[in-house]
């Protein structure tokens, strides 16, 4: 038996019950493909360490840039990234600009991932 696969039945059948069922439950494929798109966002440490920044409240991209001890243009990358995905928001303050967590989702996605890691 090989380690690196999953167990699998000894004798294949489909249970077809089971399967129509689950099939008429599953989302549509364009929600599939936009969800994993949304999770590939949360597969890159810095943007991660910027929602976590973030869940303590608004700060700015040069908050940011020193708080990760990398550039501001680093930042400003990823905020747009971010941004662009709705998963961060912004507001105006004379010349400098606050970024936020977008909504309580984002603070869900983030506890819950945390959450699951160090069960």
């Given at each position: 038996?090989?380690?690196?696969?999953?167990?699998?039945?000894?004798?294949?059948?489909?249970?077809?019950?089971?399967?129509?069922?689950?099939?008429?439950?599953?989302?549509?494929?364009?929600?599939?493909?936009?969800?994993?798109?949304?999770?590939?966002?949360?597969?890159?440490?810095?943007?991660?360490?910027?929602?976590?920044?973030?869940?303590?409240?608004?700060?700015?991209?040069?908050?940011?840039?020193g708080l990760m001890a990398v550039t501001q243009s680093a930042v400003s990358h990823q905020l747009r990234v971010?941004?662009?995905?709705?998963?961060?928001?912004?507001?105006?303050?004379?010349?400098?600009?606050?970024?936020?967590?977008?909504?309580?989702?984002?603070?869900?996605?983030?506890?819950?991932?945390?959450?699951?890691?160090?069960?």
């Amino acid at each position: 038996m090989n380690r690196d696969l999953a167990p699998c039945c000894q004798e294949p059948e489909v249970h077809l019950e089971a399967v129509e069922r689950v099939r008429s439950m599953l989302p549509p494929d364009e929600h599939l493909y936009d969800l994993a798109e949304l999770f590939k966002l949360f597969g890159d440490s810095t943007r991660l360490k910027i929602l976590y920044a973030l869940l303590e409240g608004e700060l700015c991209v040069c908050d940011l840039a020193g708080l990760m001890a990398v550039t501001q243009s680093a930042v400003s990358h990823q905020l747009r990234v971010l941004k662009n995905s709705k998963l961060v928001k912004f507001r105006r303050e004379g010349k400098t600009i606050y970024y936020s967590l977008a909504d309580d989702h984002v603070v869900s996605i983030l506890s819950q991932g945390m959450e699951h890691i160090e069960e």
